[in-house]
């Protein structure tokens, strides 16, 4: 009973993406092999039409008769010629249903692989922070590359398994019109095969389970081989992690030797069980029951056809088997994806207009006792120049990702332009936000593209290339960029690594100056860059000033001399604001000891 209600559940979920397009499919399987299985039963009144040479049909069996009924009709039931050319017409026609249905199956596998993808993919885009900070690179490359594959080609399996089944069943249903009694042994040699092979599609399917959790694990391996790839050449530390992807390896060769070889063994007793069978059966019609042999003979066509598919049957449900992992590790991801979708608002908020208030925030990570933020308060108006300042692990990281939204207080409230933030529309808000952080952002593209994300043909269109220049020269990006072999064409590599850390920082400013964000956000935008490039930074900064509200997380406190306020925080709370010179002139003042420290 078990395997009908994985039946039932994975054509559900196919269903769930495809919807009844997929019963076209099994509709011109069907409509194929009875045709198919009509043409092989002409063979037996050609056979009776030439040893009867005048006509004696009628005097065979309802089966025969009914054939030469057709035949009658077409007007060819006393020529052998006119029946082998009806039969080549009829193999004709199964070839086009065929061509038919395998060109609908592999439309429908693009359409699927389309559609799980683009969903995965909207799904991640959509999720809550927390389920990403909770998991590895490799774990969503793995599913919405990896394991989607794997789906797609389960699909496949699946619905040739049940092709298999409605060919089967088309064949020996014609032949149990030719003979029953060889249908009936037929079918319970069948069943007894299936059923001896239920254990071994138990150990594949789990094989299956084990082969998609393990292709997360060493797709995490891989990705952060490759993302850290220069300091672990550079240490000689590479071999440190070798082991890990190659138990990992080990693992999945292992599993893929066990799946192969459960894989050779149904394959090598497919043609061996079903001719066996056929010659036993034979015997027993032909010494048992005296049966005539023509009708036996057109029977051990369909037979031979029909037990070559229900062997088929097992061999494809356990090639489902061997990616049903992958099937379930997507819909589980899936699943969990609309539980960790991240809550968004009603309320499409407009450009910013007011500001940003904190009000008695708190917030602590999950799985956390200590809260990282406590009582926060912060008022910060627009279009002014805002810095948080302290020392590492005081809260401010964590201050700006509230800002933006992507972590949510666990009391307190946050406001933007008076609106309550649990209320907001978040795309409205985040797309207003200009984010620079001190791990540069920079993708495998051109320059040009790196600085307008693709919005634009900076080489067609005049408005988006000056654009990207204008972008370029306020983030004094402009003149190394025009020293480059190919200028705004040039490809920076896989994060930047063309570039030099202060270039890929200029680089990251200009896009989001590209932008015209209404909140700047810089969070410790220059510490990694030399002294030319940060004070080329600093006036960028400094001009923006009363353009747009600018929110500063600065190590370096020289440089948030021009800031408008600038809020102090120390072990999640904040414990003073004020501006530059308030604070230094305040001997008590812990910005004050700060700022002398640094000076030394």
Known sequence: MKIFESITYYLGVYKKFLGKRLYIVFALTAAAALTEGFGITLILPLIEAADAGDGGLD?????V??????????????????????????????????????????????????????????AYREMDY???????????????????????RSFETFTRFVSMIIITVSYLSIAFLLAWNFALMAIGVGIMLLFLFKYLNTYVQELSRKTASEESILNKFLVQTMQSFKYLTSTNQMQYLRGGV????????GYMFRQGAANAFTQAI?????????????????????????????????????????????DDWQRTMEKIGSLE?????????????????????????????????????????????????????????????????????????????????????????????????????RSQI????????????SIANNICLWKGDFENDEEVRERVQKAAKRAYAHDFIENLNQGYQTIVGDRGVRLSGGQRQRLFI????????????????????????????????????????????????????????????????IIENGTYDELTLNRKSRFAKMVAIQSL
């Open 130 to 152: 927390n389920y990403y900070a909770h998991n590895n690179t490799g774990h969503f490359i793995n599913v919405i590359n990896g394991q989607v594959n794997n789906f797609i």
């Open 246 to 253: 190659m138990n990992s390896i080990k693992k999945l060769a």
């Open 329 to 429: 590790m997507v819909v589980n991801e899936f699943e969990i994806l609309e539980e960790n979708k991240e809550q968004s608002g009603p309320i499409k908020i407009g450009e910013l207009s007011k500001g940003i208030r904190f009000e008695d925030v708190y917030f602590k990570y999950e799985g956390k006792d200590d809260y990282v933020l406590k009582n926060v308060n912060v008022n910060i108006p627009v279009n002014k120049m805002i810095a948080v300042v302290g020392e590492s692990g005081a809260g401010k990281s964590t201050l700006i990702d509230m800002m933006t939204l992507l972590l949510r207080p666990k009391q307190g409230e946050i406001y933007i332009d008076n609106i309550n933030s649990k209320e907001i529309d978040i795309p409205s808000w």
């Open 59 to 63: 005097s065979g069996s309802t089966a």
């Open 510 to 573: 200009a896009r989001e100056l590209y932008k015209n964000p209404n909140l700047l956000i810089l969070d410790e935008a220059t510490s990694s860059l030399d002294t030319e490039s940060e004070r080329f930074i600093q006036k960028s900064i400094d001009a923006l000033k009363g353009s747009m509200t600018v929110v500063i997380i600065a190590h370096r406190l020289s440089t948030i001399k021009n800031s408008d306020l600038i809020y102090v925080i120390e072990d999640g709370n």
């Open 65 to 122: 008769r009914f054939l030469y009924g057709v035949l009658r009709i077409i007007g060819i039931e006393e020529s052998v010629v006119g029946i082998l050319i009806f039969i080549g017409v009829v193999f004709i026609g199964k070839g086009m249903l065929k061509f038919v249905e395998g060109g609908y199956a592999s439309y429908l596998r693009a359409q699927l692989l389309r559609e799980i993808k683009g969903k995965m993919f909207n």
């Open 270 to 314: 497919r043609e061996p069980a079903s001719v066996i069978f056929l010659l036993f059966v034979i015997i027993i019609q032909v010494m048992v029951f005296d049966s005539p042999i023509a009708p036996i003979f057109v029977a051990l066509l369909l037979f031979h056809r029909g037990m070559q598919h229900m062997i088929g049957i097992q």
């Open 434 to 445: 200009g984010y620079v952080s001190q791990e540069t952002v920079v993708f495998d593209d």
